[in-house]
């Protein structure tokens, strides 16, 4: 991931959710924690289980579908978002979490699979378990902590692919010679 690309604005009181639609990404549990909270939520993709997840939704306005965004809409986004929300089920790397740290936000991300090592609670998100009162819970906590962006975004920079490059090539020249 080229982290160069992402950049940080001000926010404009909206938590993003990005991911694909699709049930194994647990976007049910943050529109029912929305529904709840009444904060604003936008949620950013398209799946097979954007019927189901719009019928949720149905009736709030707090809650808004973007569709499919295209990558300049996405980092937008993701600039302008006050944390972004994720709660994929056995992720293994969570690029979300990864991105939204790029742009300087924090990720309220479930306690589970690879937002485990992508996420430092406190430093650059917050953990949940995935059901909407920790999700609440989590967000209320979030709130209440002063985030640094340019630790967030020094943060997101470890994987950038850059490093990855440079980590491989000295690690060939090391088996090389």
Request: net charge positive; charged share 35%.
């Amino acid at each position: 991931m080229d982290t160069r690309k992402f950049f940080n604005r001000k926010s404009e009181g909206f938590y993003l959710s990005a991911s694909r639609l699709d049930e194994l990404k647990r976007i049910d549990i943050m529109i029912e924690a929305f529904i709840r909270n009444g904060k604003e939520l936008v949620i950013a993709g398209s799946g097979p289980d954007e019927k189901r997840l719009r019928q949720i939704a149905e009736g709030h306005e707090n809650i808004r579908f973007t569709g499919a965004a295209s990558e300049k809409e996405l980092t937008g986004l993701y600039s302008r978002c006050t944390a972004t929300l994720a709660a994929a089920r056995d992720e293994d790397f969570g690029l979300v979490a990864v991105e939204s740290m790029a742009a300087g936000k924090p990720c309220i991300a479930v306690n589970e699979g690879g937002f485990l090592e992508t996420v430092k609670d406190g430093k650059s998100g917050v953990f949940f378990q995935p059901d909407m009162d920790s999700l609440n819970s989590a967000i209320e906590r979030a709130e209440k902590i002063k985030w640094n962006p340019k630790a967030i975004m020094k943060e997101a920079k470890k994987y950038d692919t850059r490093l990855f490059e440079k980590k491989m090539k000295r690690i060939a020249r090391k088996v090389m010679h």
